[in-house]
């Protein structure tokens, strides 16, 4: 069994702001992590994605994630918010070869000036 | 370079009226899934498929049913419309490797009056 807890429905943050997002998985194999960005009326655009190699993944628009096996944890973070960082934020994990993937319930971050 | 498309973007059904949502993919992934996305719950998994013939329920598939005759299709059928089925559709694709990326299509926004 799977499952993905996001910790915080919204998520406000001023524009130059640090980012925090927090995702807490539960896997019974080794996982693989992925967080996703939803802009308004739009599909869902990979951000970036653990698989096994390094614990730091960077992703695209300055985002990064760290994977804590320890803390079954795979936060979301960005050093300083931009306006365009506006958007719904899904974690997901997939746990194995042919396996689906689930989705946590999302965080929306806000960014206001 | 289309990825994964879905049709239709918009439609509105009758209570108890039939309809089928398509999906196709060009990336030759044998992985293919359908979900739903509904304010504060995050996407929930209908159906999924690992290759043509094979398919499995997910977290909500009652009301769906779904079929995958060829590796490209996968359509989602919704056998007699209700007010609950009200929400944005989404299908998805990847190769079957867990770490591979899904990559999901631009959804399709299904009203039932």
């Known amino acids: 069994a799977q499952s993905v807890t996001q910790l915080g429905s919204h998520v406000s943050v001023s524009e130059g702001a640090l980012v925090l997002l927090r995702c807490n998985y539960s896997?019974?194999?080794?996982?693989?992590l992925f967080w996703y960005v939803q802009y308004p009326n739009q599909g869902l655009q990979l951000l970036l994605k653990?698989?096994?190699?390094?614990?730091l993944v960077k992703g695209i628009n300055g985002f990064e994630a760290e994977f804590k096996k320890s803390e079954t944890s795979f936060h979301l973070t960005k050093p300083s918010a931009h306006m365009s960082d506006a958007a719904e934020y899904f974690c997901a994990v997939r746990s194995g070869t042919a396996s689906k993937l689930t989705f946590g319930t999302g965080t929306r971050l806000q960014v206001t000036l | 370079n289309a990825g994964v498309t879905q049709t239709p973007k918009f439609q509105v059904l009758k209570t108890g009226q039939s309809m089928t949502l398509q999906c196709a993919q060009d990336m030759n992934h044998e992985y293919m899934s359908w979900y739903r996305q509904d304010p504060g719950m995050g996407l929930r998994l209908i159906h999924y498929s690992v290759g043509a013939g094979i398919t499995d329920q997910g977290e909500v598939p009652n009301g769906y049913n779904v079929s995958r005759s060829t590796t490209e299709d996968f359509p989602l059928r919704l056998l007699s419309a209700a007010p609950s089925q009200t929400s944005v559709y989404f299908c998805a694709s990847s190769y079957v490797d867990g770490g591979n990326t899904i990559y999901f299509g631009e959804g399709s926004w299904l009203t039932v009056v």
């Open positions: 896997s019974s194999v080794p996982p693989y």
């Open positions: 653990y698989t096994s190699a390094a614990t």
